[in-house]
């Protein structure tokens, strides 16, 4: 059962922290990059020195042809280029996102207050008795065995007790432990040993159904809680013209997730606790039947042979009196 908990536990913890993880949207394309603006020096020559020769004329290149050196004492015109100006990536200045944030389970967990811990735990403990109860019961359909409950009562029915009882021995289905515990003390007291047995037998299937019947009338309770406190705490800030709207959906929005959880918690624990409750009012219902069975077929053969030994005296009586 511990163990049980624990892998529930974790079932929990990877789903708040995977399965409610948003998609991060995609960081949107970068902008072209602009030019900067014409600088009005840009594409003329420089200046030119003193003793250097005026700059060429308008429509001549100013370097010359394309291979000719310049001449000595002429200067090179430079000219000033515009570089492409370039932008910052958004996602650059964006800060990186914390690990839980985007995640729609923790958001809402951290909205609905306080009451959400209990609601929580409850939750777990919801989970791990369902798991542990459908393993209970699949082993229990594994573990029938009707085939060899005809064999015992037709070993009864035929007067070999012993080979019922051996037949009933080492069993794992809870019909045939029970039939076995009343063969094996039927000279104390049959009706006894068959009663104490089927106890057993239900308080075994019935384990844990307590514990669930309290959830299902727990859940909806902490969750009308969270409702008046989220209330509370909406109307607390009522005063506050600045902080007036903000505080008072922050507090219906946690009264609204602690009540959704709490009835959600309810429903899914109520489906299971009736199915549950039915196999154990079934189970129930199959001790009575055999073990009303076993009594009514041990007490035939006890008159049958009551009526024998009457017989038996009688003839023994007459032939002493003869």
């Known amino acids: 059962m511990k163990t049980l908990f624990t892998v529930c536990f974790c079932i929990v913890a990877l789903m708040l922290t995977s399965f409610g993880q948003n998609t991060p949207a995609p960081p949107p394309p970068n902008a072209p990059a602009t030019a900067a603006p014409p600088n009005p020096a840009a594409g003329m020559s420089l200046a030119p020195a003193g003793g250097m020769s005026p700059a060429p004329a308008a429509g001549t290149s100013?370097?010359?042809?394309?291979?000719?050196?310049?001449?000595?004492?002429?200067?090179?015109?430079?000219?000033?280029?515009?570089?492409?100006?370039?932008t910052a990536s958004p996602a650059g200045e964006t800060?990186?996102?914390g690990t839980f944030s985007g995640n729609f389970l923790i958001d809402n967990f951290r909205k609905g207050g306080p009451i959400m811990w209990p609601i929580l735990i409850v939750s777990i403990i919801g989970l791990t008795v369902v798991i542990e109860r459908i393993f209970w019961w699949?082993?229990?359909w594994f573990r029938r065995d009707p085939k060899r409950i005809e064999k015992v009562f037709t070993a009864i029915e035929s007067g070999d007790l012993a080979e019922a009882s051996r037949l009933s021995r080492g069993s794992r289905d809870p019909v045939?432990?029970?039939?076995?515990?009343?063969?094996?003390?039927?000279?104390?007291?049959?009706?006894?040993?068959?009663?104490?047995?089927?106890?057993?037998?239900?308080?075994?299937?019935?384990?844990?159904?307590?514990?669930?019947d309290t959830l299902v009338t727990l859940a909806p309770l902490l969750g009308l809680l969270g409702t008046i406190t989220g209330l509370i705490r909406s109307f607390s800030f009522l005063g506050n013209e600045e902080l007036a709207v903000t505080a008072v959906t922050g507090g219906i929005a946690e009264a609204l997730i602690a009540t959704a959880c709490g009835l959600g918690i309810a429903i899914f624990a109520l489906i299971p606790f009736n199915f549950f409750t039915s196999?154990?009012?079934?189970?129930?219902?199959?001790?009575?039947?055999?073990?009303?069975?076993?009594?009514v077929m041990l007490g035939a053969q006890s008159a049958e042979r009551e009526v024998e030994l009457a017989g038996g005296a009688a003839t023994s009586g007459k032939g002493a009196s003869i």
């Open 62 to 86: 100013p370097v010359g042809p394309v291979g000719a050196s310049p001449a000595p004492g002429e200067s090179v015109p430079a000219t000033l280029t515009a570089s492409p100006a370039t």
């Open 95 to 97: 800060k990186a996102a």
């Open 138 to 140: 699949a082993g229990r």
């Open 176 to 212: 045939l432990r029970m039939m076995w515990n009343g063969l094996n003390h039927q000279h104390a007291s049959l009706q006894g040993a068959l009663q104490v047995a089927a106890g057993i037998e239900i308080k075994r299937a019935g384990r844990f159904l307590v514990v669930m």
């Open 279 to 295: 196999r154990v009012s079934n189970l129930e219902f199959e001790l009575q039947t055999a073990a009303t069975n076993l009594e």
